[in-house]
């Protein structure tokens, strides 16, 4: 697969776990054959609605695993790997491409501050590990990396750092670096941010928690913009963005969880310490999946 | 003017003020002429950009009297109006009325957290006391006022609460906002977002800094948004977005009068305690201004 | 009684004020007797727990006239100034001067962020301006102004800017700037810190709402200090400390005027957009004073 | 060890790594060795100035072996033990208790941010998985834990779960714990706090990065502060306090590396991402190390 270019809607798959910890593979394998049957163009596990910071390395692995094996090369997979050492960062990456993915999503995890010199040399160090294109990602509101404008622009020099995810939620900031890194790397957004509004001024596609919910409606969300169909798409957009809406109010990685519960994949609760939506919210999550057309009745 | 709606290209103006205190009446109303001859739809003064919050009473009636004569009834004038205090805001709202502008930009300052219902009893108490449109200004970077959807939302009970200026940066949630407003309050852009990314969600125009200095082009995009030439638009967003990605980097107020100075309009430094942009800044501010044909050579 | 150097328990008043805006006289005159009769070496008007920031310009000067007459030169009354604008808070000093203070507590407010040459600009701007010593007020949680050690430093130069009052709940830095400061400047607790590890260190008082409510066991507390028995002072503090332990789960202005309004000073409520206390809250005031002995029953 | 209950100086020890990831064992045994001659009164591997984010398992696994060979029963060692999974924090305190640390100190790694019910049961979970004493870690500058009072107080009950590290630098909110949990739990001080404000309201210690460096005065502050000396304990904490003053403005682990290579104890560089002081910073540490006599000239 790595031969073709990333681009499209990936969606971030849940970590099914049950409460002993064994992975649910049975369910990860016929979501994972559902999304790819509802066109979407590649699958991300272990970003954050991954709950990656809650597993432990095997179920990591194991996750990644069944994801590739039930991709079965239908569709890229990009794994997300996290910490903050370098080497066990280096040391996931390295995993990771053994198990066959066909891209790093490389989050930075942080304790103490770290200076612009040793952010650079984390990202670096784990492109340098492996053959595969990595993807960064930033995400300033669970993780306080501070990936400037300059250490990005720097990063774009390792060949296969070539895409970037941004997590931000601030549209104008990520507009400016698309200025600025057109033609060195490619923007993927995040949910944060508007999709279209991403797509509209360069992006490539999305990753994000919400398209494992609504793989068609995102996959033809992204078709109208990648046709220029604006108009359409617009509608389409304020549409789909109900669900954003809901799920910003409460936890992100139990929403998705809750909302394929009730599509009928038994994923199962988050995993511990993150406790499993309850009452209200499991009334709006119910809601809006309905007005969308995504619940079967 | 009150019988039209608001819609379009509002600058916020600066405050000029010399080294006494006094207004620089001539230099303003030089301002406000231009920008009308370049076609702005309205102007704004006393919002952050006009560092309202640096000016004493007397200076921002001043700046008001002189903007609302230049502009002789040829654009309305929504004048921002700002304090802690509820009556003293009101007190405020009713002297602006009184000097003629069309309408009011209400911001809500802060010191303590204010609960909800307080912060709905402060917007409330300015619409009750004068009889023009009133503009909610949300702007958490630099006040700390809790305006959350819901209490936006009992705010559009109040006649003459119809609009909504928001500068937060984060799209996503205005998206919310708008698909939760729809046909209760219009929208304007601040600075902090991308404005055509604001317009084609439903968006009526923005209020913004940077249209002091970009006028026409600003007036260009707006032009091709609201008649829905999206691609066109697209191409003239991006490259006016470069004067955002440099006054984002310094600070707002300063960066727009160093560039009106540039441009020919001597509007002075800023209000201290505020300080002059200097060396690097400065040579970015006139670089990007070029950059864009805002600067005859 | 400029002469005099400040020192001691000085509470920080609230403002009683009726629903009309009419500061209520009789009690704030009656609350001023009662705490110098409790033995305060001071009084503060006007600081965080006066509700300065919800207060017209007339309501505060009218404040400070009534507590500089019902006061009588028995204590020193040292009256807070705020404002973002230079211009307006030196006018702010020169009434207050006028109005026969003993000493300004100088407040800086915030809006955009301020370089350090022009937070230093504002605290000079107002020392220059007035003849009496000026107490600078650190406060990182309500405004956001940059006080750092070194702008501290120089600040010290200027002759009557002669006292510190932190209230940034950080007692470490606190110990730093005493160590750095030692002969320039006197240091006085906000109710942030715990009064009594602030004076073991050198400082010379405090300057806080809770001494409003309980003002004969803060006296007390202060002369266990001064005159070095620290065994008893440890034991009155842990014991005082419990009504801290409540005011810092709520509002703090709110609950002084709860617990004045239960120990028989018709304060009346916060001033809007500022709520009154209600339920749990109460209960709980209620309790902790009864607790302290500082309720009839 | 186990019967004894933790109280006095424990230093946070740094982790000497090589550039190619080894332990550097003779430095790390010589520099607990010197310790303990020096008097303190346990050690705490694997804390924050332990640079524990930036270790791999088996880095931080042979950091504690050393440390327990090293010490020789002659006193308590408390390691750190922390993640984001409760299953794998599980694991690491399991296996320190292998080691034969003589109790967990319990740090609770977060990324999305987890509810009160979450966070309690992380703690239970190391508590009850071992049966040595747990101290719980509480730091919200690198953590995002919501260790509210309300928590701390039902982890209480928790029969091994005996004692608190708070690095908050709020004193303030320490007195309030120490007030709710006396005789439930004992209290250590770390290096945001300054040590004797919290001995004197009842702590039992500190556990603090600095004692790596100033050994014999930590102890000596101890022990005159057990002595309840206080007029002598004031004079000599506000002295050491000068060595928090330079740390608390560069990095802390960066901080102690470089006082300790100093010292003649070659540990190394911080460990990347990390990086290590330059020019002015390690002057002025050299200069404060100095001023104390710990630095042989």
Known sequence: MGAKEFAGVFPYLVSPVDSDGKVKEAVLKSLVDHLIKKGVHGLTPLGSTGEFAYLTWPQRQRVVEV???????????????????????????KEMEKIGVDGILAIMDTYFPVPPDGVAAYFRGIAEAVSRPVVLYTNPTFSATNLS?????????????????????NTGNLLTLMNRLEGKMKIFSA???IP?????????????????VVPAESVKLYELARERRWEEAIIAQKRLWG?????????????????????GFPVGAPIPPLQPLKGQALKEIEEVLKSLGALKV
Not at 78 to 85: D, K, L, N, Q
């Open 149 to 169: 404008p300059e250490v990005i622009e720097a990063l774009a020099a390792t060949p296969n750092i070539r895409y970037l995810k941004d997590a931000s939620a």
């Open 243 to 263: 669900i954003n809406w809901v799920f910003q109010k409460y936890a992100l990685a139990p929403c998705i969880k809750a909302c394929l519960e009730l599509q």
């Open 191 to 193: 949910s944060a941010h």
């Open 67 to 93: 994801v590739v094996e039930a991709a079965g090369g239908r569709v890229p997979v990009v794994a997300g790997v996290a910490h903050t050492s370098i080497p066990e960062a280096v040391r996931q990456a």
């Open 196 to 212: 279209l509004a991403v797509m509209m001024f360069g992006g490539v596609g999305w990753m994000a928690g919400p398209s494992c």
